[in-house]
């Protein structure tokens, strides 16, 4: 799958592509990895917000133009839990 912004037409282009073309494209780029035992192995609501709010976080690096868009709470915030040190 593969996620862009079109500035000119402002909207999102999510599709799908052949997996050896994304192996390709990753040899360039940054990967991140998100390993299913981290959620103990459940795709549920929050690991669904916790990827949404990668995909902004990562678009808007590339395109600052997003960043005053994006009002998502972050992951501490939306456990109530204080960053750690």
């Known amino acids: 799958m593969l996620i862009t912004f079109d500035e000119d037409n402002q909207s ?3 599709c799908t592509v052949p997996r ?3 192996n390709a494209l990753m040899s ?3 990967v991140n990895p998100w390993p ?3 959620s103990n192995f459940k795709l549920d609501d929050e690991v669904a917000r ?3 709010r990668l995909v902004f976080r990562l678009l808007a690096a590339s395109q600052p133009e997003l960043t005053p868009l994006i009002s998502v709470t972050k992951q501490a915030e939306a456990h109530d839990t204080p960053p750690s040190d």
Do not use: M
């Open 12 to 14: 999102f282009n999510v």
């Open 20 to 22: 050896t073309s994304a």
């Open 28 to 30: 360039q780029a940054l």
């Open 50 to 52: 916790s990827i949404g």
């Open 36 to 38: 299913l035992a981290d």
